[in-house]
């Protein structure tokens, strides 16, 4: 054959190979287009506005920053009552609040995740009439809320990790400025120092919380306390003023990875409205009892000490747009 035939024809062939992953192209991109409309519609339709979300989340600083993406979708909102998402007021009222925030998650195979956690903050319970909701009435109720999640709304999540979890709010003087304070929430994150107070059907956790509560704990139990929380090395922060340890319920769920596996935006935004609308705690075999509503929700931010979502959480003064505070005790 000719060389200049042959120039020709492969010319031709790379024409059409060319034409051909142009055409792959526009219809790739045709499809992924059309897919974003139709996420937009969906989260229309749950009232999230949508320019207010591109115009504030960095596609690639807040890319997994699913937090921020519900504060933004809630806060510029109106189908979003201020009293569930605005901070002040859900403190003034003194709300059952529901804490946001990720994590991420390794388990014993070395297999690492980032998740969206809910925490319920459990009221104290010692209190009150027998009519009222005590700590396994909490621990159910939270329970059968997260597997409901799971089933009605993230169905391609794997199953809800739950537990309940003690933490210690410690208040301290900001080293970068000591005319502010932060709080921190820290996990005790060492069964031994409760193991004692355990019974054989419980890990002693719940004796734990009680006891602080009633200053009833053994003094072996504190001093396992107060070493591990030397160990964390808090109680050497100046001005240490402030000590709470509260109970709190954990429910996390696998964010959703490129292959579409975990909770979305639009399903998080779906469990959150069940949960501050539809979901109460109720006492199970007494429903004279009054129910507890979860009706106050605070989205953590990353830490800037830290850098793990903490108390430091998303805000939006009126009028204005989005910030970041720090929650202090």
């Not at 990875?257 to 779906?270: E, F, H, R, T, V």
């Not at 009892?289 to 979502?309: M, Q, R």
């Not at 959480?313 to 202090?328: A, C, H, I, S, T």
């Amino acid at each position: 054959m000719d060389k200049s035939l042959k120039i020709i024809g492969g010319s031709l062939l790379a024409l059409a190979a060319g034409y051909a992953a142009y055409r792959w192209f526009k219809r790739e991109e045709k499809k992924l287009d059309q897919e974003r409309k139709a996420q937009d519609q969906e989260l229309k339709d749950l009232g999230v506005p949508t320019d207010k979300l591109r115009e504030l989340i960095d596609p690639v600083e807040d890319e997994n920053n699913l937090t921020k993406m519900l504060a933004t979708s809630t806060m510029f909102s109106p189908e979003w009552d201020e009293d569930i998402i605005d901070p002040d007021r859900a403190l003034e009222r003194n709300g059952n609040m529901i804490y946001v925030t990720q994590e991420v998650f390794k388990n014993p195979k070395g297999r690492v995740s980032d998740d969206l956690v809910f925490y319920f903050d459990i009221p104290n319970y010692l209190h009150g009439s027998y009519k009222d909701c005590k700590i396994g009435d909490y621990i159910r109720a939270f329970k059968d809320a997260a597997n409901y999640i799971w089933c009605e709304y993230a169905k391609f999540s794997p199953a809800p990790r739950c537990k309940l979890v003690g933490f210690l709010a410690v208040t301290y003087l900001d080293p970068r400025n000591e005319d502010d304070e932060i709080t921190e929430m820290i996990e005790l994150d060492d069964p031994s120092v409760y193991e004692e107070l355990s019974d054989g059907s419980h890990d002693g956790l719940v004796a734990f919380y009680e006891g602080t509560l009633n200053k009833g704990l053994p003094e072996s139990v504190s001093d396992k306390f107060n070493a591990w929380f030397a160990k964390k090395g808090y109680a050497d922060k100046a001005e240490l003023s402030t000590q709470v340890f509260d109970l709190m319920f954990k429910v996390s769920f696998k964010l959703q990875d490129q292959n579409g596996i975990g909770i979305n935006l639009k399903q998080a935004l779906q469990a959150l409205k069940y949960l501050t609308e539809e979901f109460t705690v109720e006492k199970q075999y007494n429903k004279f009892g009054k129910g507890v509503p979860y009706d106050s929700v605070l989205f953590c931010a990353p830490s800037e000490i830290t850098g793990e979502h903490d108390l430091t959480w998303y805000y939006r003064p009126k009028g204005k747009e989005l910030v970041v505070e720090n929650y202090v005790y």
